[in-house]
């Protein structure tokens, strides 16, 4: 018996775009929810106006965590159910092409994010702030990244 080759359909295209969408926007929340705490935490004296825009930019980023993380999580949740039922669909092009995708993404950020945490500090500048906005860079696209090459490393070691 020859195993059959799934085809990519509408549905499985728009849901695993939705899912990458919902969860790069969610990523991107949790960093201004966590640079606007650092803000109003450790505030840049030489900044009088910066206060003033922390809590709208907060309001914005809890506001799409609010509805963008449900949405990626019942995204989620969707795929994995429809991959349980049909264990062909884990090899699906657009699968594999927006996970590589990721990935990718994730070590640049990551790349990028070191590179501007190692020459702040070889230029004597850093602060506080700083690191702790950097180090927040590094775990969120850290564990973006380490959750995406765990999934595509059990899906290539089960084809």
């Known amino acids: 018996m020859t195993e059959q080759k799934a085809r ?43 206060y003033q825009s922390y809590d709208a930019q907060l309001r914005l980023g809890i506001a799409s965590l609010l509805i963008t993380f449900p949405v990626y999580m019942a995204s989620v949740w969707h795929l994995t159910r429809d991959v349980m039922l049909h264990p062909e669909k884990r090899t699906l092009w657009v699968r594999r092409w927006l996970v590589y995708f990721t990935l990718f993404a994730a070590s640049l950020i990551i790349i990028g994010d070191t590179i501007a945490l190692l020459n702040t500090f070889l230029g004597g500048e850093v602060r506080f702030r700083f690191i702790l906005k950097s180090i927040s860079i590094l775990v969120v696209t850290g564990i973006i990244f380490g959750y995406y090459f765990i999934t595509i490393r059990g899906t290539e070691k089960s084809i």
Request: no cysteine; hydrophobic share 50%; net charge negative.
């Open 8 to 50: 990519t359909t509408p549905k499985d295209f728009f849901v695993y775009v939705l899912s990458m969408i919902t969860l790069y926007w969610s990523a991107g929340s949790v960093l201004t929810i966590i640079f606007q705490l650092v803000n109003r935490w450790i505030p840049d004296s030489l900044d009088a106006y910066a």
